[in-house]
Nanobody
């Protein structure tokens, strides 16, 4: 499977963005998908993830209640709706997928085998 992330941009604090991760090449419904971000000088962190066939999800505590991950298997797309954005959400956001991620490991970036290119999200104060 190949992944294409999009939807990043510049937004003011308190604003919203929706990121999309579109897959091609394989049956996407068989994959678990995660969103990750990396800010300059910081480690990559898991933002949210969704189990194949849903509804199991993972959210980092810093985004819980503000971000929502969802999938549309018919469109081979996973979305990350980001509301109430904060300057500390500024980072390059990546999506990744893997066909075999157990629920307890959704948070773990090393569990994902295929990565897309990043999309920049910048939140101004």
């Amino acid at each position: 499977v190949q992944l294409q992330a999009s939807g990043g941009g510049l937004v003011q604090a308190g604003g919203s963005l929706r990121l999309s991760c579109v897959a091609s090449g394989r049956t996407f419904s068989r994959y678990s998908v995660g969103w990750f971000r990396q800010a300059p000088g910081k480690e990559r962190m898991t933002v949210a993830a969704i189990k194949l066939n849903g509804p199991s999800t993972f959210y980092d505590a810093s985004v819980k209640g503000r971000f929502t991950i969802s999938r549309d298997n018919a469109k081979n797309t996973v979305y990350l709706q980001m509301n109430s954005l904060r300057p500390e959400d500024t980072a390059v956001y990546y999506c990744a997928a893997s066909p075999s991620v157990i629920v307890s490991n959704l948070w773990n970036p090393t569990a994902y085998s295929t990565w897309g290119q990043g999309t920049q999200v910048t939140v101004s104060s």
